[in-house]
């Protein structure tokens, strides 16, 4: 049911957003004319079975790598909205740094996906593998991980064909997305990957 209705959210401030080449919002009216009720059918059945599918892949895992991973997944999402695409706005508004604004929704070519949607979904990915690495990995601090993971893997993505507003030269993506790193790395931490998960699993029974 939550997989459905955000995936109808999702569509929604889409279509809202699609106006100028997904740079301008549209009236709601406007935007949500043309959406057949199959449509939005599709869109929640897409929605329920991508949260059933993640559901059912991490609950064979151990309660470490399980929370670890689900708590990643969220985060770099989150992540990619409040340290990437805010930076870029910033950098492209106030000094002109970067030729894109950020909080792109102009559609992927080939696809129906908004830009913005696809970073998220990257960000997502990347917040798992990230969460993984923090949890076995301990010679560098967890922030200093997050952003060479940014400004290396991030970056690399922004290199393929099609990805628009990254047209700026790769070192200043590399600092936007090791910012990206380091800001997922930061959020990461109340779920204590560290050191505090097996406290974390003694007290959450007695929570309830």
């Given at each position: 049911?939550?997989?459905?209705?955000?995936?109808?959210?999702?569509?929604?401030?889409?279509?809202?957003?699609?106006?100028?080449?997904?740079?301008?919002p549209?009236?709601?009216?406007?935007?949500?004319?043309?959406?057949?009720?199959?449509?939005?059918?599709e869109?929640?059945?897409?929605?329920?079975?991508?949260?059933?599918a993640?559901?059912?892949?991490r609950?064979?895992?151990?309660?470490?790598?399980?929370?670890?991973?689900?708590?990643?997944?969220?985060v770099?999402?989150?992540?990619?909205?409040?340290?990437?695409?805010?930076?870029?706005?910033?950098?492209?508004?106030?000094?002109?740094?970067?030729?894109?604004r950020?909080?792109?929704?102009?559609?992927?070519?080939?696809?129906?996906?908004?830009?913005?949607?696809?970073?998220?979904?990257?960000g997502?990915?990347?917040?798992?593998?990230?969460?993984?690495?923090?949890?076995?990995?301990?010679?560098?601090?967890?922030?200093?991980?997050?952003?060479?993971?940014?400004?290396?893997?991030?970056?690399?993505?922004?290199?393929?064909?099609?990805?628009?507003?990254?047209?700026?030269?790769?070192?200043?993506?590399?600092?936007?997305?090791?910012?990206w790193?380091?800001?997922?790395?930061?959020?990461?931490?109340?779920?204590a990957?560290?050191?505090?998960?097996?406290?974390?699993?003694r007290?959450?029974?007695?929570?309830?």
């Amino acid at each position: 049911m939550k997989g459905a209705v955000l995936a109808l959210a999702f569509l929604v401030v889409a279509r809202v957003m699609a106006g100028n080449g997904g740079t301008t919002p549209l009236p709601l009216g406007p935007a949500l004319e043309g959406i057949s009720l199959a449509r939005l059918g599709e869109v929640a059945l897409l929605g329920a079975g991508t949260a059933l599918a993640l559901l059912l892949l991490r609950w064979p895992l151990p309660f470490g790598p399980r929370r670890a991973l689900g708590g990643g997944l969220v985060v770099g999402a989150i992540a990619i909205v409040v340290f990437h695409q805010a930076s870029l706005f910033v950098l492209h508004q106030a000094f002109r740094l970067v030729p894109e604004r950020g909080f792109l929704f102009a559609p992927l070519p080939g696809t129906e996906i908004p830009a913005l949607y696809a970073l998220m979904l990257v960000g997502a990915l990347g917040g798992a593998f990230l969460s993984l690495i923090l949890r076995w990995v301990h010679a560098l601090p967890d922030l200093l991980c997050g952003a060479l993971l940014g400004a290396f893997g991030l970056t690399l993505f922004g290199r393929l064909p099609g990805v628009p507003g990254f047209e700026a030269p790769w070192w200043q993506w590399a600092v936007v997305n090791g910012g990206w790193g380091w800001g997922t790395a930061f959020l990461l931490r109340p779920l204590a990957l560290r050191g505090g998960e097996e406290r974390y699993q003694r007290e959450a029974p007695a929570a309830h």
